[in-house]
């Protein structure tokens, strides 16, 4: 399988790209160099070479798209119950704080699909279907920002190292003062 837990091409991007190697097709059959049909379609030449002696031998056929590698592990109905589950959240799953990760997220498509996923597969199954990673920002609750910024304009500039005034270099690769 080229793409790893099912990822790959989608049906839309798939489609695209049968346009592409039709239209060089069509290419072909006007008898047009391999060099033109490249250019003009922004592929390479080594593309266009493979799919004029694919066309060659199987005929415009030959360079239809053979769909995708494998039907995607989770239907979209098993993808619906998953939703449902993350909806409840870690807590209801047994983890003690309100946080999915990727490897919670697949220890519950184990557990409740019987489904193995590596994490990129989960990452990659939630990317397609639009979902995001959220980092939440932790904040300490007594945290007072106007005490935050006076230390940084205060305290800070003292507490940090003067910086070195600039010299003149030197474009030799040993100091002057060591000839």
């Not at 047009?32 to 490249?38: L, N, R």
């Not at 589950?85 to 999915?100: I, T, Y």
Request: with cysteine.
């Amino acid at each position: 399988m080229r793409y790893a837990q099912g990822g790959g091409l989608s049906d839309e991007r798939r489609q695209f790209r049968e346009g592409i190697r039709m239209n060089a097709a069509e290419g072909f059959a006007r008898g047009e160099p391999s060099s033109a049909i490249a250019k003009e379609l922004w592929v390479s030449v080594r593309s266009v070479q493979r799919w004029r002696w694919a066309s060659d031998k199987g005929g415009p056929r030959a360079l239809r798209s053979a769909g995708s590698a494998s039907p995607p592990r989770l239907s979209e109905a098993q993808f619906a119950q998953l939703e449902a589950e993350l909806a409840k959240g870690p807590v209801a799953h047994g983890w003690p704080d309100q946080r999915w990760t990727l490897s919670r997220i697949k220890t519950v498509i184990g557990r409740r699909f019987h489904k193995s996923y590596t994490l990129q597969g989960v990452r990659k199954l939630l990317i397609r279907h639009d979902f995001s990673c959220q980092i939440p920002t932790r904040r300490a609750v007594e945290r007072d920002e106007d005490q935050v910024t006076g230390w940084v304009k205060e305290t800070w500039p003292q507490v940090e190292a003067p910086r070195r005034r600039s010299a003149h270099g030197s474009s030799s690769r040993t100091r002057p003062a060591s000839r």
